[in-house]
């Protein structure tokens, strides 16, 4: 069923053309599969990752492998969004009848829980051995992974042009932004100089008058 409804969809995938696609009679699918909607539900099964933290991360104990096999991790799941166009048309295709089928939207928050248990065990070991900080909210942390690794898949099935790897890799271990070094400002020196100016002119017949002003001189030197 999971070429036929990469082909033509879940509503165009008759009991009909699942038969003749796999070539057996329709008692056959219906002593195994009640309804077409039951095939599709275990199709999902499938398509969903697993994550077995026993296998591939319970035995790491340095902190450069651990953030290694994380990196591969989200690599993995994301990536085969981008090299497999059956994939991606399924999965387009699970997200529509999530919102029809109950079933379906049932075995997606299985999966959602599952992967996020697993996130959570992997997490976990990582404190444990240095990883990450004691302090860690790992719970906050598996949210953030969870959302990264399904928004990039998301994005990625759709097409769209991201580096998917760089995305997720600077989750797991984000980028250090080279700070560029403080220029202190020129030194400026403020000099006043104040000129006082009195000039007296005095005439001996008619008057005498007194003028004084000031200037005042302002000198910016570096």
């Known amino acids: 069923m999971y070429d036929l409804v990469a082909e033509v969809g879940y509503d165009k995938a008759s009991i009909g053309k699942i038969c003749d696609f796999v070539g057996i009679s329709k008692p056959s699918v ?6 077409k909607e039951e095939i599709f539900t275990t199709l999902l099964d499938s398509m969903f990752p697993t994550i077995d933290y026993q296998r591939d991360y319970s035995l790491i104990v340095d902190r450069d492998g651990f953030k290694a096999a994380l990196i ?13 166009d059956k994939r991606r048309r399924v999965l387009a295709e699970v997200s529509v009848q999530a919102n029809r089928i109950p079933a379906v939207q049932e ?3 299985t999966a959602t829980k599952r992967t996020m248990d697993a996130l959570k065990d992997i997490l976990l070991h990582g404190v444990e051995i240095g990883a990450f900080s004691d302090s860690a909210d790992v719970m906050l942390y ?36 080279p700070v560029p070094p403080v220029v202190s400002p020129p ?3 403020v000099v006043v100089v104040v000129v006082v100016v009195v000039v007296v002119v005095s005439s001996s017949s008619s008057f005498s008058s007194l003028s004084s002003f000031s200037v005042f001189l302002v000198l910016l030197v570096p």
């Open 187 to 189: 030194v400026v020196s």
């Open 142 to 177: 598996v949210q953030i992974l969870y959302t990264v690794l399904e928004g990039a898949s998301n994005t990625v099935a759709q097409g769209e042009d991201i580096d998917e790897k760089a995305v997720w890799a600077g989750i797991v271990e984000p980028p250090v932004v």
């Open 72 to 84: 591969e991790l989200g690599n993995s799941v994301i990536g085969g969004y981008r090299s497999d």
């Open 107 to 109: 075995r997606q928050a």
């Open 30 to 35: 219906y002593y195994y599969f009640p309804s």
